[in-house]
């Protein structure tokens, strides 16, 4: 077991190089900086382990432990009052299932437990529960979007079975005066009279025993349209329906501590703090939402995007700021509240397809749980998260490379903004307010940039972002789209936009201290795509097929035609970076081919691979025959990427790469796949593919359970779930994110594992220990 869990340090697919020190990248690996320390405080007692040669302790991720013990969607996570352990509880598809988990380590501590009872969550239900202050006990209910019908149970964790079962609104384990240990409960009295257009009003407010059934009947309540308990049951929180104002109730005395108007809107529900000292309200209408202070009565009005699951926000409170955890699908925003309005410090990606499901703060917020739509619990540390902090870099893609390839344009769906970075130190460079939903282009000589955005197009130069030109080319009266655009090497940019109907308008623009047209020609587009070639020369659309080429004599676009021209109509396609060559899949037989732009001839043979998502395609190689021209192209379901001669359609190197390729550079030697973004010397690809012993296999189908598995499946060392599909193998060259290097000349493992320890020091603990068994003796 020792040997195991030393092992889950390691998260990286190593490969020895023979002739040399094995040594490795890192990107976004688990190495908490606890461990550095660790290490380095005890290196002299363990001299052959890791060696971290490169990389700060602040470069490495807040991932504390990933916990993979469901096997569906995780709908609710609670820490327990000491906060030692958490339960969490999946259920979507299946029976709602629960287990008690250690918070320092993630290891399941009880269960799994079957809450067969309980109702079958569907994917847009919540799923709450609480513990009672002993942490024998826990609440759980499924929280259904028909509010009447929620029921919850009773479980008692030591036993492992089911106590009782509650029908209620909301539920509370008391954990403070006469009532503690109790369990409060909301129920509608009128529900019988529930409609469309009526809602029940009227609540009576129940204390139950944990160990039965019964129960006494407190108050109720008329005029209501939202009801909340505190969580440490304290408080009960109302909203009068009539007069739009929120009223705090005191368990203890039955009075009202705190009444204040909220902002216009029809509430949709109240959340506390987990301190219990700060009360967050929510809207139906918009992402709206205001925050109160209980101490202080201050409160701030905010518009932050709900998530796909409905997971609500959670808000830390301290004495000098306010923390609004936000999920929004696959990415936690952190946002800090002040009087004065909000301001989003941080961004935590959980990776693309994560889709966060529910979320748990600790009550200083220095860590985080989060359960997502795969199954897993992930906890995060944010002790040292501060305004300092840099926001993560944009996790929707590339959008455009470079010509020179020293920079690279991202964007995301949440934020519409383009960001430039730096592809030697990945640093933001050029503007940062300009807006894009269509096309990204660099001009020949990297200094400027156009961004299409809507029917607007925006020049910008990337050294003085304050210098910009934008105009609008479309037609009076029209409306866009889609828009493309691309720099010719003198720097006039070619613009192609799709109109309304099957219209499409091909333009080309002089874009210097002013804009003028000097070419415009109306094309039939149809409904699907349009592929402008990177240099600006070539057009393709396809549904109807046409292609048009540029004329440097007559400096006009002229139609063209194709060499079999039936197999261009497909949805995979890809330009070389210089234009000069076009491939595409074909919906006649799915083979994929390429054409020279120029002459519209068909290169080679048709390539017929497997299964095909994404497809990246090299100039022709200078100083090589034309034999030397490569494709890459990318199998979703065995995250494979297969490099591919395109003259000869010879296997040129294949290798593991959970993103897709989405361009070579312009020299044609390296890849660029993103997702994350890396880049790959294909060169080194080709001779660790030729030089691979028994068959070349890529990394994934050498791990089981997330364990390497070597040549005699022995066991090698255990790769987190998270960090699975951004395994960076031997042969990536360069990753975006900060990388830490990691030095194996020394590292022992497997068999070899007790030399670990220095021998010397070993022997003179024995001594010593020996000495104190004497004495003792």
Not at 82 to 93: H, L, M, Q, R
Not at 471 to 500: N, Y
Request: aromatic share 10%; charged share 25%; with cysteine.
């Amino acid at each position: 077991m020792f040997i195991r869990d030393a092992l889950r340090f390691i998260s990286a697919f190593i490969i020895p190089i023979s002739g040399s020190a094995p040594q490795i990248y890192l990107s976004a690996l688990p190495f908490a900086p606890t461990h550095s320390l660790v290490a380095e405080k005890f290196r002299p007692r363990f001299p052959n382990t890791l060696m971290i040669t490169d990389g700060r302790p602040s470069q490495w991720p807040m991932t504390v432990f990933v916990a993979e013990h469901h096997k569906d969607v995780v709908k609710c996570i609670v820490l327990s009052p000491d906060e030692k352990t958490f339960a969490s509880i999946s259920g979507v598809p299946g029976v709602p299932t629960m287990y008690v988990c250690d918070s320092g380590t993630g290891h399941c501590i009880s269960g799994p437990f079957c809450l067969r009872n309980l109702d079958r969550p569907h994917w847009r239900d919540r799923v709450d529960a609480c513990f009672s202050p002993d942490g024998k006990h826990i609440l759980v209910r499924c929280r259904r979007e028909n509010e009447l019908s929620c029921r919850a149970l009773v479980w008692n964790i030591e036993k492992g079975e089911e106590v009782f079962q509650i029908k209620g609104l909301d539920f509370v384990f008391i954990h403070c005066g006469c009532n503690e240990g109790r369990i409060a409960s909301i129920h509608w009295i009128d529900e019988e009279i529930a409609s469309e257009d009526q809602h029940p009003t009227r609540i009576r407010v129940k204390l139950w025993d944990i160990g039965n059934d019964k129960f006494d009947e407190l108050f109720e309540m008329a005029d209501i349209a939202v009801a909340q308990f505190s969580p440490n049951g304290k408080y009960l929180a109302v909203e009068r329906q009539s007069e739009s104002v929120v009223e705090l109730w005191n368990f203890e005395d039955g009075k009202i501590t705190h009444r204040f108007s909220h902002p216009p809107g029809n509430l949709s529900s109240l959340h506390f703090s987990p301190t219990n000292d700060c009360l967050t309200a929510e809207f139906e209408e918009d992402d709206g939402k205001c925050l109160r202070r209980l101490d202080t009565q201050q409160m701030v009005s905010l518009n932050i995007r709900g998530n796909e699951f409905n997971v609500p926000p959670a808000v830390i409170h301290s004495s000098h700021t306010n923390r609004i955890i936000s999920p929004q699908d696959d990415m936690v925003k952190v946002w800090e509240v002040l009087t004065t309005g909000s301001n989003m410090i941080f961004e935590i990606d959980q990776r693309r397809n994560w889709v966060i499901t529910s979320i748990c703060p600790s009550r200083d917020g220095h860590r985080l749980l989060i359960g997502n739509y795969r199954g897993t619990v992930t906890m995060l540390s944010l002790e040292d998260l501060g305004s300092n902090q840099p926001v993560t870099q944009d996790k929707g893609g590339i959008i455009a490379l470079s010509p020179s390839e020293k920079m690279v344009a991202t964007g995301s769906w949440d934020d519409r903004h383009i960001k430039l970075w730096n592809t030697t130190t990945w640093e933001r460079v050029g503007p940062r307010d300009v807006e894009y939903t269509d096309e990204v282009a660099f001009s020949a000589d990297d200094s400027r940039i156009a961004v299409c955005s809507e029917s607007l197009v925006t020049i910008c130069d990337i050294k003085h972002p304050e210098n910009r030109l934008s105009f609008d080319p479309t037609p009076k009266g029209k409306s866009v789209r889609k828009m493309q655009a691309a720099f010719q090497t003198c720097d006039d940019l070619v613009i192609c936009t799709q109109l309304e109907s099957t219209s499409g308008l091909l333009q080309v623009w002089k874009v210097k201290d002013h804009s003028e047209c000097t070419f415009s020609l109306d094309i039939n587009m149809g409904y699907l795509d349009i592929y402008l070639a990177p240099d600006g020369l070539t057009l393709i659309t396809d549904s109807p097929f046409s292609y048009y080429s540029w004329n440097h004599d007559t400096a006009q676009f002229h139609p063209s035609r194709f060499a079999d021209e039936a197999h261009l109509d497909g949805y995979l396609t890809a330009y070389s970076p210089d234009g000069k060559f076009f491939a595409c899949q074909s919906p006649e037989d799915d083979n994929v081919r390429v054409w020279d732009t120029r002459t519209g001839q068909l290169c080679g043979k048709p390539i017929k691979p497997s299964n095909v998502n994404a497809i990246a395609l090299s100039p022709a190689l200078n100083g090589r025959s034309l034999g030397h021209q490569f494709i890459a192209l990318h199998d979703n379901g065995t995250q494979t990427t297969t490099v591919f001669d395109v003259h000869t359609g010879h296997l040129y190197a294949q290798f593991w790469d959970s993103g897709r390729p989405k361009a070579f550079i312009r020299d044609g030697t390296k890849l660029m796949s993103h997702y994350p973004v890396r880049i790959y010397d294909i060169a080194d690809l080709a001779a660790k593919h030729r030089n691979a012993t028994d068959g070349y296999g890529p990394v994934p189908r050498g791990m089981t359970d997330g364990w390497m598995v070597g040549q005699g499946n022995e066991l090698l060392f255990w790769v987190p779930l998270e960090h699975r599909e951004v395994l960076c193998p031997s042969q990536v060259e360069t990753v975006s994110e900060q990388a830490t290097k990691v030095d194996f000349s020394n590292f022992k493992f497997g068999t070899e594992w007790t030399e670990c320890i220095d021998q010397e020091w070993l022997k003179g603990v024995e001594e010593r220990g020996k000495r104190v068994g004497r004495l003792l003796g």
